[in-house]
């Protein structure tokens, strides 16, 4: 079992930046490739990135890349997701996954979950 409890999402203006985190806890939490995703109103829960387990590789959603970094301490379980230039289409609830496989980009391929955060992007 692996637990995830994401945090940092809040209130932010257009052109600011967000840093999100995803503590991850239980015996194989290591283990896992983690991901980010997100989940707008109305619409489908739709992949961000994602990292394997060792930080060494990272993949993105194309229309994301450049704006947004993952990133993970292993040391301290601790996967991030670094924000930047945000838009008000950024807006969502942003959920933490876990995985065996970094590649995966669906979200019924993704074990387990947390909670979400949302991100309020104001224009």
């Known amino acids: 079992q692996v637990q995830l409890v994401e945090s940092g999402g809040g209130l932010v203006q257009t052109g600011g930046s967000l840093r999100l985190s995803c503590a991850a806890s239980?015996?194989?939490?290591?283990?896992?490739?983690m991901a980010w995703f997100r989940q707008a109103p109305g619409k489908e829960r739709e992949f961000v990135a994602a990292i394997s387990w060792s930080g060494g590789s990272t993949y993105y959603v194309d229309s994301l890349k450049g704006r947004f970094t993952i990133s993970r301490d292993n040391a301290k379980n601790t996967v991030h997701l670094q924000m930047r230039s945000l838009k008000p289409e950024d807006t969502a609830v942003y959920y933490c996954?876990?995985?065996?496989?970094?590649?995966?980009?669906?979200?019924?391929?993704?074990?387990?979950w947390g909670q979400g955060t949302q991100v309020t992007v104001s224009s």
């Open positions: 239980g015996r194989t939490a290591r283990s896992y490739a």
């Open positions: 996954a876990a995985a065996l496989s970094p590649t995966r980009r669906l979200a019924v391929e993704y074990d387990y």
